[in-house]
DNA sequence: TAGATTGTTAATCGATTAACAATC
DNA sequence: TAGATTGTTAATCGATTAACAATC
């Protein structure tokens, strides 16, 4: 069901949601058309993205706001809470220890892991830095089902096979270094510098 | 000309330069069919991905490494120097400001702007801390050409309000809101939350 | 020469858009 | 009823893959 939908359209569907979370003005319902103008999208392609969740739209009056961004929310998994770490307590892994935005998709960010013992036993963001080494323990004993990795390029490959070992399927990789982890597993990658590159590029 | 390569192929690129300088080993040749296999990437794709940089790849031989390198870094343009700021010193920002990889892209972090008294005036990772209200006077005198906007998504709007005053023409927007710009200013998004979310959607 | 590789042209596949029937 | 909107089926567009000639 789920793997059925395209990951371009799985990719607009939070845009969708942060649109709908912030317009409205107690408006009770919204038109694909109107999503279509306010993002630059085909208003044809936001029904079809719409489809994939459990939203019904209503000929003439379009879809009821409140039932869209419940299905949304439904969809994307935002009433399931799920556990996250954060690999690498530097500068971004603190950042994200730190950022309140997780909990809109039902994330829980519970801990980070490092090696640096200077930072192993304490806490940033009101949350424990663990030794790397007790990942696998940890891991198991919080529930963790996604990963982020902040660690320098160098350790990338490392943290992503303890993960593996861990058995935590799910990884956002911000290294710019292709992680190769078996079947079931997923990563996806952010290289922010790449990412302004590109964007130097196209201007 | 650079207009003409999907933004599929644009960003397969950092990739094929990422992997082509923590590889090879001495090695003095790589083929499209090497690259591929390593990527996960069709081969015939990768050559034509590698087309739109002027590399020239030898039949029977494959690329000279270090040729297709440097047609990799022209073609992102590492070899022309570009400014960037970033728009928000809180953690996120803070992170960037300390972060090494821009470099590789021909891009110099050379500031920050926050609209916290308690930070401007001061330095983050030896970059200095302007006043937002004094965003137009810096970035002309800075020449800056690319913004990294990492304020809450509150303030978001406006500083991409700012930035289109100032004409910084290239954003990359970590804020989870759709940033309107004018014709022939560029906005990339990054959301940090959704892409995880996305993940355990996936898995 | 035979074989490996590139680069290009044609075919396929998937995502987006257009057309349109259904409905309230 | 007329008009606005959804949801679906068909057409288009663009990206990926397959086929293959060229080459060293």
Redo the contacts with the bound molecule.
């Keep these: 069901m789920k793997s059925d939908i395209?990951?371009?359209?799985l990719q607009?569907l939070p845009v969708y949601l942060n649109y709908l979370k912030t317009s409205g003005n107690g408006e009770q319902?919204?038109?694909?058309?109107?999503?279509a103008r306010a993002l630059s999208?085909?208003?044809?392609?936001?029904?079809?993205?719409?489809?994939f969740t459990s939203?019904?739209?209503?000929?003439?009056?379009?879809?009821v706001r409140e039932e869209l961004i419940a299905a949304l929310e439904e969809y994307l998994g935002c009433n399931n809470r799920k556990t996250a770490a954060i690999f690498g307590a530097g500068g971004l892994g603190s950042a994200l220890l730190s950022y309140g935005g997780f909990g809109n998709y039902g994330i829980d960010v519970v801990a980070a892991f490092d090696n640096d013992s200077a930072k192993i036993g304490g806490e940033i963001g009101g949350k424990p830095v663990f030794d790397i080494n007790e990942a696998r323990e940890k891991t198991r004993e919080l529930d963790v089902k996604l990963a982020v990795i902040c660690v320098p390029a160098k350790y990338a490959k490392d943290v992503a096979d303890v993960l593996v070992d861990c058995g935590v399927r799910a990884i956002l990789n911000f290294a710019p270094v292709l992680l190769k982890v078996p079947e079931g597993f997923v990563v996806r990658n952010i290289d922010v510098a790449a990412n302004l590159a590109i964007l130097s590029v196209t201007q």
Tied chains: 1, 2.
């Design positions: 395209p990951v371009t359209s607009r319902y919204i038109s694909s058309g109107a999503i999208l085909g208003e044809v392609l936001v029904r079809k993205d719409l489809a939203a019904q739209g209503r000929t003439r009056v379009g879809y």
